[in-house]
């Protein structure tokens, strides 16, 4: 069969850019590939799964969606076992279900890309499934401690276990404090949804010295991205991650590896950066 069908779901779903970014990277790489968006709850998700025929190759998911996703495969990778999410599954011409959470190494290029070469102390702002892939990412960078600035302590238990299980020292504090604990981190991040406030300036040798991490890609900049833009500070934007992560996921669906380089990959990641702009 030629045409291969993908799509991105979640809820809500009418404001994801990766149909963009889809559509760009299938064109370049000259493979008649269909991906659309629909838009699908938590509660939904099984279902439609089940209902996808042959032609189908995956999915893409975004919140509520990231922890459901992970329940359906067959089978997943270490990042996903460590972050309890996945946001792409593969389905394999065998019938398996195969999941990657992608976002992990769309945050890790992300942050290389604004200068960041190693990090011991990070501050994040969140605690959800976006939360973790950033830990995971900065585990990477040689991390040692993390401060989690959280609007509820209770919800924040799975983070707090993930950082245990990486051997990192970690502190819980309320949202509303994030501006007395940011001065000294390598990188400073914010992983909460669209709508929550950030409260207050925070100290302007944080600004100039930490890397911040803005997840937030529409409407930009995000509230951290642009208290460090007003000062010139080292930005890791919510679109940087959004393209490299899609990049994995392009992957992923043409070759079954996130690792392994798509054809042109050069050509591939300017025409979805293009699809971006």
Known sequence: MSIRRLAVVGSPIAHSLSPALHAAAYAALGLDWQYDRHEVREHELRGFVDGLDRSWR???????LKEE???LADEEDRTVALTGAAN?????DDGRRIVRNTDVAGVERALRDAGLGS???AVIAGAGAT???VLVALDAFGLRSVTVAVRDSARA???VALADELLLEVDLVA????AHVADGADVVAWTLPNGVE???ELPMDARREAVALDVTYHPWPGPLAAQWLAVGGRVASGRDMLLHQAVRQVRFFVSGQTEHPLPREAEVEAAMAAALA
Do not use: C, I, N
């Open 58 to 64: 995956g999915l893409s998911a975004t919140m509520p």
């Open 69 to 71: 996703l992970r329940r």
């Open 88 to 92: 792409t599954l593969l389905l394999a």
């Open 119 to 121: 990090a011991e102390h």
């Open 131 to 133: 939360a973790r892939s």
């Open 157 to 159: 238990g799975t983070l």
């Open 175 to 178: 949202l509303s404090d994030l």
């Open 198 to 200: 950030l409260a207050g």
